[in-house]
Every structure is written in structure tokens, then in C-alpha cells.
């Protein structure tokens, strides 16, 4: 089945939602579960994904764009037009490798910011797809980066949260007019 989400990955002048900025709090909301995959929600992962596509971006949550709803769009190949993205809907992390791996991560809500941050290099999530049917996926690489990230913004966490070095943190935070303020680190 072919998905009905498709849309060209393209810069748009005037992509269809706003992505919020590190400190507004709909960012600090943790989202709900979608009970009901229905047209409407396709409709929202297509905005969704041609507003990531025109802000460069690989990943999105729906919290990013002020929707409290558990859906996530990632596309690590957003320059390959034969590769389609992926839509968790209610993701659920079933596990976690035990190799952890540090590698430079950025944020459409943080942008200019890119810091370390350490996370399991491999995630087995389930979630529902568009159709609302369940999906298993085992993930390494930029993909079990991307959705783990993603998988942050549905429960109000942001990467900068999981920065270690706080003095780079702070640093790389000022110079783009962020408030160290906003940040609040996981344990």
C-alpha cells in the first residue's frame, strides 16, 4: 500500500504550521496518544512533514508545532526523493541497546545550536503507521538518534536537556539568542 502522505520534499515559502523555539512552553507539554488514525491525522503529517522539508530538518514531533498528540515524521534521506519517511504515531520504546554512542545532535526548535549528546546507539520501538496498523522497527545509526530525539519532544524533553557539557551548552546557547534558563536537564 502506498502511503497517502507523500509530498514532495521541497523548501516551501509558506509551510503550513510554525515550529516553536526553545522556551515556549507548548515544547515542555508532554503529548497525548492518538486513539483514532484517520484522515485528519494524515492531513497532519502532511503538513507536518512539508514544514520539516522546508526548515531542512530530518525529524519532527507534533509537540514542535503545538499539536500535544504522540506522532512523529523522520526522514534521515530528505535529498532522496525515493526514500519515504517514517510516521510513528503512539510510539512506544520496546528496547534499548546496550552501546552507547555520543554524537552531535540539532533541533528545529534550537536553531544553530548542534551539541554531543549521548544516547543508545541501537531502539526497538512499535507505534502505529498512517493506516493506524502496528509497525515493529529495530534502529541503529542517525535513524535510532532521530527517533529517540523525536521520541524526547513527546514527553517535553529537548536535547539540550541531555547536554553534558554545560559550559558548551551555555556557550552555544547565548550565541543564538537562547536562555540557558529554559533548559532543563534529565537524570
Known sequence: MTSEVLVEKKKL?????EIH???DRVLRQPAKRIN??????RDLVRE???TMYSADGIGL????VAVQKQLIVIDCEPDDPTNQALILINPSVKHMGRDICVAQEGCL????????????????????DEYGR????TATGLLSRAIQHEM???????FVDRVENGLALNQELAKYGFSAQAVKPVA
Open 13 to 17: 515559502d509558506n509551510p503550513p504550521l
Open 21 to 23: 523555539h526553545l522556551g
Open 36 to 41: 483514532k488514525v484517520d484522515a485528519e491525522i
Open 48 to 50: 507536518m512533514l512539508q
Open 61 to 64: 514531533a507534533a509537540p514542535q
Open 109 to 128: 526548535s534550537i536553531p544553530g545550536v548542534y551539541l554531543d549528546v549521548k544516547r543508545p546507539a541501537a531502539v526497538e520501538v512499535s507505534y502505529k
Open 134 to 137: 502496528p509497525q515493529k522497527l
Open 152 to 158: 524526547d519532544h513527546l514527553n517535553g524533553v529537548l
